[in-house]
């Protein structure tokens, strides 16, 4: 709900690229927005999104604050210019969700992010989103093993939010699409089979997956 409460979530993520050896070394501005702000730019509703150097976007009202005062929320927004003719302007995520949404929603868009800035052009949809969900999905599994406590022990708060975890895994397994659904079970398939970093490279030089 608040980006100084998100501050060590995407200090988390981006651990997490760091220890695949994929530390993004490339400042990308990660803000919290609406979803009036979302549509404004989209014309749709989506959870996160990349704004690449060539998205006529000058400017995003970003949530700067958000405070509750008993059933009622109070948001502050404020404008962050975007800088022009970076590779990767912003990367915006919908606020509200919980912590487990809007982590796997943020490895998907770094990874977005990390494949402009290290030169990827021209992959066909259903590799780039797929891949994007294979990392999203690699950063919920990652959550059993960060030593994080909120996610152990018996109490009901740990059980829901492991059980939230495999919801979502289970979303991403599942889901029906060309890019999001069958993208990511070929994208997996072949990060398993050849590893992720082969995989990439292989991408980078042939432009589709290894079969």
């Not at 979302?38 to 995003?60: M, P, Q």
Request: proline share 3%; charged share 30%; net charge positive.
């Amino acid at each position: 709900m608040d980006p100084e409460d998100c501050k060590p979530l995407l200090d988390e993520v981006h651990r997490f690229f760091k220890g695949l050896n994929m530390k993004i070394r490339y400042y990308i501005p990660i803000l919290l927005v609406d979803q009036e702000e979302i549509i404004r730019i989209h014309k749709k509703s989506i959870l996160g999104s990349t704004i690449y150097e060539k998205f006529e976007l000058d400017a995003v009202n970003y949530v700067s604050k958000s405070i509750q005062r008993g059933e009622n929320v109070e948001v502050v927004k404020e404008v962050e210019q975007l800088p022009p003719g970076r590779k990767v302007r912003a990367v915006l995520l919908l606020y509200g969700f919980p912590k487990l949404a809007i982590g796997s929603t943020l490895a998907h868009e770094l990874m977005h992010a990390w494949m402009r800035v290290q030169g990827y052009r021209g992959l066909a949809l259903n590799i780039a989103e797929g891949l994007s969900q294979v990392m999203a999905h690699k950063w919920l599994e990652w959550q059993s093993f960060t030593g994080n406590d909120y996610m152990k022990g018996t109490s009901e708060k740990a059980q829901f939010l492991r059980n939230l975890k495999e919801f979502m895994k289970d979303g991403i397994e599942r889901r029906y699409s060309e890019a999001y659904g069958h993208g990511f079970r070929e994208a997996k398939w072949a990060v398993e089979r050849y590893g992720l970093i082969y995989t990439l490279e292989h991408i980078a030089r042939k432009g589709k997956l290894p079969e």
